[in-house]
């Protein structure tokens, strides 16, 4: 019988997770929009869209929109939706170049935004945004290695937080360890 990715969702279960990432993020988005939408609205810091062409923020900002939710999206699926219980880390599907492929997403999203608003005051939203999504992130990749030890430290060593590297695109290293190998 053949189950629907969602029958393998366990959103309990989650190693890792900063106990208040969820609320804080979904804090910090309403906080970004409330600020995005005052300062579109009013005008406040909103000048450079005089300076910067229509057609020029439309297709940057759709283009990162678009990049943000296909991070969203694969990670989404390759994290919550796999059989199996999370007894090893996860290192398939875009987790295979990316450590922290949500976190990115939510930053392309918002510079997509940023993009096509070109709000200053967003802007300012989205630096520290960067420092939320490192104290997450830092918070996270602690409580991973405790629970998954040497794997999850191997795993940090080859597969860089954000900026994929071409080389994994090419040959992956990690599956050549010893650790890695089913």
Same mark, same amino acid.
């Given at each position: 019988?053949?189950?629907?990715?969602?029958?393998?969702?366990?959103?309990?279960?989650?190693?890792?997770?900063?106990?208040?990432?969820?609320?804080?993020? /979904?804090?910090?988005?309403?906080?970004?929009?409330?600020?995005?939408?005052?300062?579109?609205?009013?005008?406040?810091?909103?000048?450079?869209?005089?300076?910067?062409?229509?057609?020029?923020?439309?297709?940057?900002?759709?283009?990162?929109? /678009?990049?943000?939710?296909?991070?969203?999206?694969?990670?989404? =699926?390759?994290?919550?939706?796999?059989?199996?219980?999370?007894?090893?880390?996860?290192?398939?599907? /875009?987790?295979?170049?990316?450590?922290?492929?949500?976190?990115?997403?939510?930053?392309?999203?918002?510079?997509?935004?940023?993009?096509?608003?070109?709000?200053?005051?967003?802007?300012?939203?989205?630096?520290?945004?960067?420092?939320?999504?490192?104290?997450?992130?830092?918070?996270?990749?602690?409580?991973?290695?405790?629970?998954?030890?040497?794997?999850?430290? /191997?795993?940090?060593?080859?597969?860089?937080?954000? =900026?994929?590297?071409?080389?994994?695109?090419?040959?992956?290293?990690?599956?050549?360890?010893?650790?890695?190998?089913?």
């Amino acid at each position: 019988m053949h189950r629907s990715p969602s029958s393998f969702h366990n959103w309990s279960k989650l190693p890792g997770e900063h106990p208040k990432g969820d609320k804080l993020q /979904i804090g910090f988005f309403i906080g970004f929009l409330l600020v995005w939408i005052t300062d579109t609205v009013l005008h406040g810091t909103t000048w450079l869209n005089q300076v910067v062409p229509l057609n020029y923020r439309l297709g940057g900002g759709v283009f990162f929109i /678009i990049i943000a939710y296909c991070l969203l999206r694969r990670s989404e =699926v390759d994290l919550f939706y796999r059989p199996g219980q999370f007894d090893y880390p996860v290192y398939q599907g /875009i987790y295979r170049y990316l450590r922290h492929p949500m976190y990115l997403g939510d930053l392309l999203f918002h510079v997509g935004i940023g993009i096509l608003s070109m709000s200053v005051a967003a802007w300012c939203i989205i630096g520290v945004s960067v420092f939320l999504y490192r104290f997450l992130i830092n918070y996270e990749e602690q409580a991973l290695i405790q629970k998954y030890g040497e794997k999850y430290l /191997i795993y940090m060593k080859i597969v860089p937080r954000f =900026v994929p590297k071409v080389k994994l695109f090419i040959s992956h290293p990690l599956y050549e360890t010893p650790l890695f190998q089913k």
